[in-house]
């Protein structure tokens, strides 16, 4: 066994770099175009298609597929953005087994679906290898609209205003813009800087200027938002994390997992970035797996995942989860962190096993620790927003807030799963509705 | 993009692509939401005269055959004309051509052959506010035994009478529809030239039974134990009707004669296809049968992009684009010389390529001990045969040896000259004239 690997501790280079980049890379890869071609050919052109019905954007299914068979993938990508401008990162990280592919009539006959999102990637990847872009801007109207946070929902709703003619101005706390598909989704997702790219392309249409680096109640408040512009759209995502409670959570090497995935997505050599040897992350969603498999693939022996409930309510889907386990990660369900061990750094986190009910049972174990990520559940942060539903913002129809004048979408606003394909088709419905506010006016 | 606006004899329609004749256009229930689906225009359901109606069969009308995953190849259909009351029809066609101006109607006619028939059906239809009519002279059962489809369309004599007939009694566009169940297509095209028909239309269905009940031994569709021959149409039709689409397009006689390109075409490229060979517009009645009105989006966004990028403005330009190639065998350049060319990245060794060469063809490729498979190029023909049996679109290729090179297979330079058969010492002809 390779000492690197099992050394203790936060270090780096637990890998040598070919291993590093095999581990990282593209985890669909692109069809080619025989595949391609095979694939679409499944497909039965369902009318009123179940997998329409299942996405959160309503992308013409039958119709992109029927026009990447008869060899038309840039009518084909076309039929996507015009319902998702991000199809290109959407066909990358959405979820299917649990959205288009899970209701595709050949999963359900079969256990086989048509490969949508790969389709959906081959399409989009084609038109934008040609560095076009389909869409143009209507006359000016002359009105502007503001846009907290340059995410999914942001850009989505800037692009969709942008081709309606209004001028668009994105704000964002965070020097660069993609919210989340650029911090957050899984670099084996989002590889060869997919993510920025997508920034600049969906950029051509013109009409939206980002401003990076200036975050709402730091840099500008809700009120001077309202009075500079014509509407306003909160895509601000959510900023803050939960906090664990067990007691020693303030221990050194107790992080939260979505701030070490954005340190690595922004780390530009993986040898450099340190990851613990035994690694334990707490919790049940998408970032708990993305956090343990990419500490897996950065060289971490031993990797967990221990979430409270079973694994039926677990967040990320069944597919998640098994891309975790061929990874090498454990998962522990059933159990909640009582108590984090360790003389200033943590060394061991303990556990109670819980019913389905999070009852506790009395029974604990300990698992070894050099590196815990927390990743419960993210907050939104913010003062002076429009009235909230529960912990986000509450909407009403296609993202009306409580304020006149006010829209929000996305992770931030209440209603829909938070996923990257939600935000858009949220971010779009918002923009809709913003354009027929601001025409009636 | 592209303009797919098309006027095809003084009919306009935003797109090449009409409904045929059939039931898709059999009623204002389906044509509304063919509109609303984006068709450019439709040939309504064959009208037949006022009387008692039409009657079908109430047992299975269609049957078809397949391909792998069994998409739909071919169907064959034994339906008559519209069962459905003339008047009815009527107004039905009148209702929709007022709620969409914008698209092609056109009514289909098959009455008998007597001119009063046609005198009296005529201005009923002109009453509609249609845009044209279409003398259905093609369907192969049913109709014929009475007179009537293509026991008209078979005997050119009578497409000049009838069309002529029609041409005097009024004032709308004459489109004949011609049927496949004839030897040579230009004679029937020619007769409804010479009536003064505005445009010819094809193909209707062929004469077919798609297969044999092994238990009842009987043909299907089978009704109570029987079946009869019905009219084949959907993909598989798709070649023969683009050859009497060419034939009738390349005639120098009939070049300036419109034609509405029929019989298979189920995507845009289809279309493309039956335009280039001189169609004016398409019909379409299996894929819509088989998929539903949408599958037009796909033929409308198809088209534009391929005009794009072929920097047409409009659909005139690509009509007859590829009418002066097609040519005569004795006039391919036999100096042409291709040989195939395997892509060993896309190549996964299936084998289907050797086997068909090493048993059928020429014995032109080799296979080594670890499945690789290459051509022999001193044995190869180019005949292309490999080609068509890879299940890999674009493994194998056919190359064209640069004039100079030396063809290992005849061991000759490639001249660069043209040079066809009826040139070629072989050609018994040119030896005698040589004499
Ligand atoms: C680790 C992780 C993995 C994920 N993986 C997937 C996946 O595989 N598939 C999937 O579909 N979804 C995934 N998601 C969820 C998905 O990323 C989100 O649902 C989506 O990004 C939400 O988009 P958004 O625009 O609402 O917010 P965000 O993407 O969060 O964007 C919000 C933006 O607002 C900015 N901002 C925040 N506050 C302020 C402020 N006060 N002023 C100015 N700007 C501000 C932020 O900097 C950010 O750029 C994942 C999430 C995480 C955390
Ligand atoms: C069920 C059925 C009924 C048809 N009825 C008519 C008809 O009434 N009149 C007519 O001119 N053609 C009729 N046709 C022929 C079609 O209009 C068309 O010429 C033929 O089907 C070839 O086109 P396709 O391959 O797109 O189906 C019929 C075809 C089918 C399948
Ligand atoms: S459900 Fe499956 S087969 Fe049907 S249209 Fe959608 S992808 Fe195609
Ligand atoms: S397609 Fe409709 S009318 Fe025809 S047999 Fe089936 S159910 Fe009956
Ligand atoms: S048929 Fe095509 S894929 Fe199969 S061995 Fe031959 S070249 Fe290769």
Redesign the pocket.
Known sequence: MDARALKEGIVSGRLDPDALSAGFADLHGQLSNHEALVAADRCYFCHDAPCVTACPTDIDIPLFIRQIATGTPEAAAKTILTQNIMGGM?AR???TETLCEEVCVREVAEGEPVQIGRLQRYATDTLMAQGVHPFSRAAPTGKRIAI???????LACAHRLAMHGHDVLV????PK?????E????AY?STEDFAAREVDWLLQIGGIEIRNG?????DMTMSELQSDYDAVFL?????GVNALTAPGADKEGVLD??GF?ADLRQCTDLSSLPVGRDVVVIGGG??AV??AVQSKLLGALNVTIVYRRGRDRMNASVWEQELAAAKGVRIITNASPVAVHGNGAVREIEFEFTDDDLTPTGQTFRLAADQVFKAIG?TL??DDLPDLDGRKIAVTGPGRTSVKGVWA????AAGGE??????VAE?RDAAEDIHVALMRA | MANLTTDFVGIKSPNPFWLASAPPTDKEYNVRRAFEAGWGGVVWKTLGEAGPPIVNVNGPRYGAIWGADRRLLGLNNIELITDRPLDVNLREIKAVKRDYPDRAMVVSLMVPCVEEAWKAILPLVEETGADGVELNFGCPHGMSERGMGSAVGQVPEYIEMVTRWVKQNTRMPCIVKLTPNITDIRKPAMAAHAGGADAVSLINTINSITSVDLDLFAPEPTIDGKGAHGGYCGPAVKPIALNMVAEIARTPEMADLPISGIGGVTTWKDAAEFMALGAGNVQVCTAAMTYGFKIVQEMISGLSQYMDEKGMTSTSELVRKAVPNVSDWQHLNLNYVTKARIDQDLCISCGRCFAACEDTSHQAIVMSEDRVFTVKDDECVACNLCVNVCPVEGCITMERLEVGAIDERTGRPVAAEHGDWTSHPNNPAVAQAAE
Do not use: E, S, W
């Not at chain 1, 911090?183 to 899984?186: K, P, Q, R």
């Not at chain 1, 979408?409 to 931030?412: I, P, Q």
């Not at chain 1, 938070?418 to 935000?423: E, H």
């Open positions: 959407c990280v959405c979820p907290v946070g340059a995410g999914p929902a942001g704000f964002d706390a965070r813009a993609g919210g989340l598909n911090y957050g989704i899984a997702k200036i975050a709402l109640g730091r895509g601000m995502g959510l900023g997992a979505v995935i998408m970032t993305d956090a993210q942060t913010g979408g996305g992770d931030c938070d996923l990257t394909v939600t935000a971010g």
